[in-house]
């Protein structure tokens, strides 16, 4: 089982992965929105804008963000014009930085093509079930508790149970705890959570029974009763889905990465550069299960 799954699932929250950003298919708009000295900006060149502005204004409202795309091209754009008439797109400098960012950009296309968009919604629903199959989930007991200061209060509220006194009642009655005001109730839970003495008590009883003794903690005196018992609920599929999605694409793109790097020939003559590339290389790939680079 892949052990971010396994992590994810049990704690139901998400592992840290590693963010990949895709270039996104925008409907390509004809429809006019401003022009800049003559020349139109389009629904389209906003819609791609407001991608690429997401990160900072994505907080903002769909006008305001709006706005600031349209307000962004015009900066841009003015921009670009001026470095133009310098003939600053014919310097080496930034023929080179041209050159990385279409590499970039084709890096994210095809990420977005051949990573995430050959992932389904049925494959995720099926890396769920089959990983929450496998899960050896804990056991969990759902009790109430009256939490009183001595030994002797204890054993006159197990006496009135007894006899067939309410339990809620008795808790909202006579316990210190906290969670008398809801008859007692302390929940679900598991073992590791509850004092020794308290979990040790609360597991070897039978759903439906009370204390027959007082069990003593740090806190006090305790009176337990055990609603139920069952194994630990996994998240369910809505909790985890985009969770789940990411690991996918995290070890789709590490086995992709890994097929690259193994074919591609790569020297590094510096020997302390070597290894520090070699060092990050494994640190990305070792715990996905991908191949160390030769």
């Known amino acids: 089982m892949h052990h971010s799954v396994r992590r994810l699932l049990v704690s139901a929250c998400a592992a840290s992965l590693m963010s990949i ?97 050959n992932i389904t919604d049925e494959d995720v629903r099926a890396r769920y079930d089959a990983e929450v199959a496998d899960l050896a989930l804990p056991e969990e007991v759902h009790a109430r508790h009256i939490l009183v200061e001595t030994e002797e209060e204890a054993k006159d509220i197990i006496a009135q149970l007894d006899e067939g006194a309410d339990f809620a009642e ?51 005196w305790h009176v337990i009763k055990v609603e139920d018992k069952r194994r630990q609920q996994p998240p369910s599929f809505d909790q985890v889905e985009n969770q789940v999605r990411s690991i996918i694409i995290r070890e789709n793109y590490i086995e992709a990465l890994a097929a690259f790097r193994n074919e591609a020939q790569i020297d590094i003559p510096d020997a302390e550069l070597k290894n520090a590339v070699d060092s990050m290389l494994r640190q990305q790939l070792g715990a996905d299960g991908g191949e160390e680079e030769q």
């Open 170 to 220: 008795l808790a909202q009655e006579s316990s210190k705890d906290g969670a008398a005001a809801n008859g007692g109730d302390l929940g679900y839970f598991t073992a590791e959570r509850m004092v020794p003495e308290f979990s040790e008590a609360a597991f070897a009883m039978e759903p439906g029974t009370h204390s027959t003794e007082p069990v003593q903690t740090q806190f006090g």
């Open 21 to 117: 950003s895709g270039i996104h298919a925008f409907a390509q708009e004809d429809a006019v929105v401003a022009t800049l000295n003559g020349q139109p900006i389009t629904e389209a060149d906003l819609a791609l804008a407001e991608s690429e502005l997401d990160p900072q204004f994505g907080q903002l409202p769909a006008e305001q963000k709006r706005a600031a795309a349209l307000s962004a091209i015009i900066d841009v754009r003015l921009f670009a014009a001026e470095a133009e008439k310098q003939q600053i797109d014919q310097s080496q400098d930034f023929l080179d930085r041209m050159e990385f960012l279409r590499e970039r950009a084709l890096h994210s296309a095809y990420i977005d093509q051949n990573v995430v968009g």
